[in-house]
């Protein structure tokens, strides 16, 4: 097979900016078979696979890519299947650029081998494509409970169900999905996709019922005394926003971008007919730089407003994917760096009128090795908003953590694992995801899942 040497990836197909950005359709198209193939003759195949070691599911990459150069693509399929649980949803909100890509030879002279837009054109293709019905494994006569249903949920249950055991995972809201439904838009990730792998775990043998909040329905103790499950993954995330606490933050106008991106996400307000209401604002300011920030920002652009992007670092120091703040910036997002929040102002009948800003500076590295913002004296300048989303990080949900005798955590509310199991303080109860790490990725949750998964086929294992 000859090698493409090209320098750069395929272009990957997209809307125009000025277009996508007062819709909420998603932003990219994907590879046709023709610029899959030929991306994929990009790979070198290297003998020591580094790309392998940088994915934390370690999916077979030169593998399932070799078998994209020669056009078999449901191989391909199966090849990532075999690691991956969530392809179609990894090939496009995983952070390739810092993971798998990042250890690609090709990115030494270049740019790496498009690595997600593979994966991503892979699993589309199969689900346009495949008719192949998933087979149900023999039961092995053992139970676990899965809490939530977000990325480390659904990896834990799908490696469980593949082995045999009867899972049920226990999801709180009303669809199952976790953050890749009410945190990331549809712009980014079509809902119909997660549904669509979501069903596969399903046809799998996986029960999936929702509306059922642990820790207030049915206890984690309930769950091994009176339903007889032997062992209890927590996969429940980390939903409780932080705020500045600051003044004004109780104003009408001011979201969390949990709040904000779930009225959206997941209760459709941005449609003509929603029944959920959410404030369209003129002029919105969003507090933050992660990937968050950048989703809340660009929904409320689709909105119709002016958006700014306000954090008190530079650009260089902004946690989101330098790919989703290059489509903020092309949409018409504006970024006010170095600033930080003071107060938020509200008019005499309690909505928000402005912000209260401050300039900062760098100064030395702080305990996460970034240079820590310090203030400008006398910089304090008032900016005209009508509303503000804040996005500064989430933490797990405390519920759990008080209805669970001997469940250690974290100060800040993470539960305590070991590390490569995800065993907790409780025997036969496992975590992982974000309900340990705090907000991480997508991948990095299904990582601590099927580590878990391992574990808690183990620790039955021994039990049998």
């Keep these: 097979m000859a090698v493409n040497m090209s320098l750069v990836k395929n272009e990957m197909p997209a809307q125009r900016a000025d277009v996508r950005n007062k819709n909420f359709q998603e932003v990219t ?11 994929a003759k990009r790979c070198l195949n290297c003998k020591h696979r580094p790309c392998v070691s940088g994915c934390p599911v370690r999916i077979d990459i030169p593998e399932f890519i070799h078998e994209v150069s020669e056009g078999n693509f449901e191989e391909a399929f199966q090849i ?79 490696d469980l169900a593949r082995k045999g055991y009867e899972v049920t995972v226990f999801e709180a809201l009303h669809l199952a999905g976790g953050v890749l439904v009410y945190g990331i838009p549809e712009f980014r990730l079509p809902k119909a996709i997660v549904q669509k792998e979501i069903n596969s775990l399903k046809e799998l043998g996986v029960t999936i019922q929702t509306n059922v909040v642990i820790g207030k329905t049915i206890s984690i ?27 004004g933050e109780n104003l009408k106008g001011v979201y969390s971008a949990n709040e904000f991106l779930t009225r959206i996400n997941l ?63 092309e949409e018409g997002i504006q970024f006010s760096f170095l600033t930080n929040p003071l107060e938020i102002e509200g008019t005499d009948d309690g909505w928000v009128k402005g912000l209260v800003c401050q300039k900062m500076a760098l100064g030395e590295p702080d305990a ?26 989430t933490s797990p949900n405390p519920l759990i953590k008080a209805t669970t005798k001997g469940l250690e955590t974290q100060k800040w509310g993470g539960i305590i694992t070991e590390e490569e199991t995800g065993l907790t303080s409780r025997k036969g109860v496992y975590a992982g995801g974000d309900a340990v790490t705090g907000a991480a990725t997508v ?9 878990a998964a391992a574990a808690i086929d183990e620790y039955i294992g021994g039990n049998r």
């Design 80 to 158: 990532i299947s075999r690691s991956s649980s969530l392809p179609a949803v990894c090939g496009r909100v995983c952070p390739q650029e810092s993971q798998c890509e990042s250890k690609c030879v090709r990115g030494i002279k270049g740019e790496p081998v498009a690595i997600g837009r593979l994966e991503r054109f892979v699993a589309d293709f199969h689900n346009a494509n495949s008719n192949t019905k998933v087979q149900k494994p023999v039961l092995n006569g053992h139970k676990v409970a899965v809490i939530g249903s977000g990325p480390s949920g659904l990896a834990c249950a799908g």
């Design 443 to 451: 991948i990095l949750a299904m990582g601590a899942g099927k580590n």
């Design 221 to 247: 103790d309930e769950l091994i005394e009176d339903y007889e499950f032997e062992s209890v993954f927590i996969g429940s995330g980390a939903g409780l926003p932080n705020f500045m606490n600051i003044k």
């Design 267 to 329: 209760m459709k307000a941005y449609k003509e007919d929603a029944m959920t209401p959410i404030q369209k604002g003129t002029k919105v300011a969003v507090v933050g730089g992660g990937n968050v920030a950048m989703d809340a920002a660009r929904c409320a652009k689709r909105l119709g407003a002016e958006v700014t992007i306000v954090y008190r670092r530079t650009e260089k120091e902004l946690p989101a994917r330098l790919e989703e703040v290059e489509h903020a910036k």
């Design 29 to 39: 198209f994907g590879y046709t078979k023709e610029q899959a193939m030929d991306e």
């Design 368 to 393: 996460s090795g970034r240079q820590r913002p310090v203030a400008v004296e006398g910089s304090d300048y008032f900016q005209e908003v009508d509303c503000v989303i804040i996005s500064i990080g």
